[in-house]
């Protein structure tokens, strides 16, 4: 994967997006649990920059620790097929997950600038595995720099779109735009 970005529509079956979506977004319950969202004061958070105060929902499947990654969420497993899909695309027959969750982003009535800061997930060498749960607006803006700059060049623009999958070297700084009209739902597994 490295200097890749490679985008997959319908990655899934239609049956397979409506499900996820509907225990993502919608009242269905999985292995007898519903969904839960936790909020975020900042989404754009990190330990060396300050904060945008973008709040958000998310939701952690898989928590990075020192060596492997360690599931935090039965949801993980309503996840597991999608991602399987996703490598096999690429040739990948078996991966490590560093860290997986979701955000869901509600539309704002924002005047500023609406590019979140840019980012990398994790210092590791990784693969970004980007599912969009349902179609939006709020781009994801994967850069040119693969290093901290003081400005950043844009490589690709991915609108979101239900059952779209966009897999990219995980040391591209990317960032994501705040929606305006619709919910921006994506699920974000880092991969190894």
């Not at 397979?16 to 989404?43: C, H, S």
């Not at 899909?85 to 609406?114: H, M």
């Not at 999958?165 to 991969?191: K, M, W």
Request: proline content about 3%; some cysteine; hydrophobic content about 30%.
């Amino acid at each position: 994967m490295k200097n890749k970005i490679l985008i997959f529509d319908d990655i899934i079956d239609l049956e397979y997006q409506e499900r996820i979506k509907n225990i993502l977004l919608g009242d269905k319950i999985f292995e007898g649990y519903y969904f839960p969202w936790y909020f975020t004061q900042d989404v754009t958070k990190q330990k060396d920059r300050d904060s945008q105060k973008r709040s958000a929902f998310f939701h952690g499947y898989v928590r990075s620790s020192d060596t492997i990654g360690i599931i935090d969420s039965v949801f993980h497993h309503l996840i597991v097929p999608l991602l399987e899909n996703a490598c096999n695309r690429i040739g990948k027959q078996s991966v490590n997950v560093i860290q997986g969750r979701s955000f869901l982003q509600l539309p704002i009535n924002y005047k500023g600038e609406r590019e979140d800061s840019p980012h990398i997930d994790t210092s590791d060498d990784h693969f970004v595995m980007l599912y969009y749960v349902c179609d939006s607006d709020g781009d994801t803006i994967i850069y040119n720099e693969q290093e901290k700059s003081d400005s950043y060049t844009v490589q690709k623009r991915i609108t979101p779109k239900q059952g779209r999958v966009v897999l990219f070297d995980g040391s591209y700084y990317h960032t994501a735009e705040q929606p305006l009209n619709n919910i921006r739902c994506v699920i974000n597994y880092d991969l190894e």
